[in-house]
């Protein structure tokens, strides 16, 4: 009961955050934006792009979903180092809530904030021309709660091993970029050279922004219920991973 | 005697670093005890594994009747910390904070507003209750993170360096906080800090700590007293000289140097300040000043260890 309360509290903390920082939100629907109508737009008029209605800028719309959830989970999972730089994470550590509620109330809330991040963009879906109905809307939203829970995993993850802001950049051009540019946010995945091939497989990403893509368009290199279990599966072991990590690596995070 | 807090023994060693070794401390219920020391002498850590966020290396603690490594979770209901740094949330109001510390440390919802009015009450936040954190004063910071410490009503209070940083006046007003709160609560407070007149001030009792181990422990009165002198401290053109001679006259008890200036001790120094300066005309040595002081804790110490609290500062 207790540890409900905990994580309802962390939760609470991490969503009121979300909600006050008026420029992150504003920025993270604008980027979204930016890449479907100026790189949709131009690589799109570029290229021959299959038989998808809406081509190329309607291809990519779940990707970018995926991107804009991606960069929301790990971000706000980093957030976790800032916490610990000044000094707010004691606060939290010293509280009689155990560490995995602690984890849990933070993956929630990174949940929930890459979530709304998601949902705008599904609002925005007839800027590129995706043609939205409650259904498609009601089952994104639920691949959404998987895919952003795992990814806000893999942001405490970074955390846990990051000791100061100094590595962000190396988390953006080793984790974050990769995972993005592997995913098959910007390109179909079938075809590929096989090295590559292999590459966008072991990214976990690729398999959420297949499952969006065949939820959205219809259309998918996956069969939905191979890139949903794997979606599940991948939220599941992340969340695991860090609140097992988190508890054993405390000393370390004060 | 009925203590709150009691260690056995307990030591932190980081690889050849001894940072606490071997502490044995008690402390009486509800009293206001003070860990005294030099930046570095251990507070900080000693203070976290007494409030379970580091493991100690050996040893072991008891706070409030719990282990510290086998019931943490039963030693931080009992306990409110405020650490050394700042630990809020710049985006969050100060009642926020309260409301989310109630939370946490599980106080009754049907409780939760009366506690937070009772501690807003108590730090006079005003107006700026309702106001993001990164609009406070750092004496304002710090009485929300005291206020917050007793939001559960704590058995003990962990006071990391409490006024480390702040005007004399906020000082003044974080001593009488924590005095008021001493005297109305059943709570015992421990504090650790490096202001010798913040632990002579507000402390029934005074540990000195100085790298990593309890020198002397006492009331501040007791180890005041047990100089049992007054310090004579002199600035002279060849201290070298003047410690050779002054060394045999018999009424000195000590003599030392501290920084460029002697200090000595002697019982009833009024009438001996003419004598030392006599003393020093008859071998050639000018004295440039003399100053008569009774003992603060600094020269309590300055006895024990030899050295100045704060390096460098008066």
């Known amino acids: 009961m207790a540890e409900w309360e905990g994580i309802y509290t962390i939760w609470f903390r991490e969503a009121k955050r979300y909600v006050r920082y008026r420029s992150r939100i504003l920025s993270s629907v604008v980027t979204p934006l930016l890449w479907l109508l100026i790189f949709g737009t131009g690589l799109g008029s570029a290229i021959r792009f299959g038989n998808i209605a809406g081509g190329y800028k309607a291809f990519i719309f779940p990707g970018i979903i995926g991107q804009t959830i991606l960069f929301t989970a790990i971000f706000s999972g980093v957030s976790v180092i800032m916490d610990r730089q000044y000094g707010f994470l004691k606060e939290i ?81 080793f984790i974050v970029l990769p995972m993005f540019l592997l995913s098959g946010a910007l390109f179909p995945v079938t075809g590929l050279p096989s090295s590559l091939q292999v590459a966008v497989y072991l990214d976990p990403l690729t398999y959420g922004v297949d499952a969006l893509r065949q939820v959205i368009l219809g259309y998918g290199a996956l069969p939905l219920y191979v890139s949903t279990i794997v979606v599940v599966g991948f939220a599941l072991i992340t969340i695991t991973l860090s609140a097992t990590l988190f508890s054993k690596k405390e000393q370390n995070l004060m | 005697m009925d203590y ?62 719990y282990d510290v490594m086998k019931n943490s979770k039963e030693v931080r209901k009992s306990i409110g910390v ?60 710090r009485r929300l993170e005291i206020g917050r410490g007793l939001i559960h009503h704590p058995k003990i209070l962990f006071l990391d360096e409490p006024t480390l940083g702040l005007d004399p006046q906020t000082r003044e007003n974080i001593w009488e906080y924590i005095q008021k709160l001493n005297q109305k609560e059943d709570i015992t407070v421990l504090m650790s800090t490096h202001y010798m007149e ?44 003047f410690i050779k001679e002054a060394e045999k006259l018999d009424f000195i008890k000590n003599i030392m140097t501290v920084d460029s200036e002697i200090k000595m001790m002697v019982e009833s120094g009024e009438n001996l300040v003419a004598t030392l300066v006599n003393f020093a005309n008859k071998n050639n040595i000018m004295v440039n000043s003399i100053e008569l002081d009774h003992p603060n804790l600094e020269d309590v110490f300055i006895n024990y260890t030899g050295s100045r609290i704060i390096e460098g500062a008066k």
């Open chain 2, 82 to 141: 405020v650490f050394q740094s700042r630990a809020l949330d710049d985006i969050l109001t100060g009642r926020e904070h309260l409301e989310m510390h109630a939370a946490l440390y599980g106080v009754p919802n049907e409780l939760r507003k009366e506690r937070i009015e009772e501690v807003l009450d108590l730090i006079a936040l005003g107006d700026k209750a309702d106001e993001f954190t990164k609009t406070y004063s750092g004496g304002m910071k």
């Open chain 2, 198 to 241: 913040e632990a002579d001030k507000l402390c029934d009792e005074v540990a000195i700590i100085n790298r990593g181990h309890i020198i002397k422990s006492d009331s501040p009165k007791n180890l005041k007293r047990e100089l049992k002198a007054d310090i004579i401290t002199m600035k002279v053109d060849d201290q070298e000289k």
């Open chain 1, 93 to 173: 550590m010293v509280a009689p809530v155990s560490r995995p509620s602690i984890v849990f109330g933070k993956v929630l809330g990174i949940g929930t904030a890459a979530i709304i991040q998601g949902v705008i963009l599904l609002l925005l879906s007839f800027v590129v021309g995706v043609h939205m109905t409650p259904v498609i809307f009601v089952a994104s939203f639920l691949l959404m709660i998987p895919i952003s829970v795992g990814l806000g995993g893999v942001g405490l993850l970074i955390a846990i091993f990051t000791e100061s802001m100094e590595g962000f950049n190396l988390i953006m051009s």
């Open chain 2, 4 to 65: 709150i807090i009691e260690t056995n023994d307990i030591s932190k060693i980081y690889g050849d670093f001894t940072a606490v070794d071997k502490i044995n401390l008690k402390i009486p219920r509800n009293s206001v005890y003070g860990i005294l020391g030099p930046n570095g002498a251990g507070k900080t850590t000693l203070i976290s594994m007494l409030c379970t966020i580091l493991h100690p290396s050996s040893g072991s603690a008891t706070v409030n009747g």
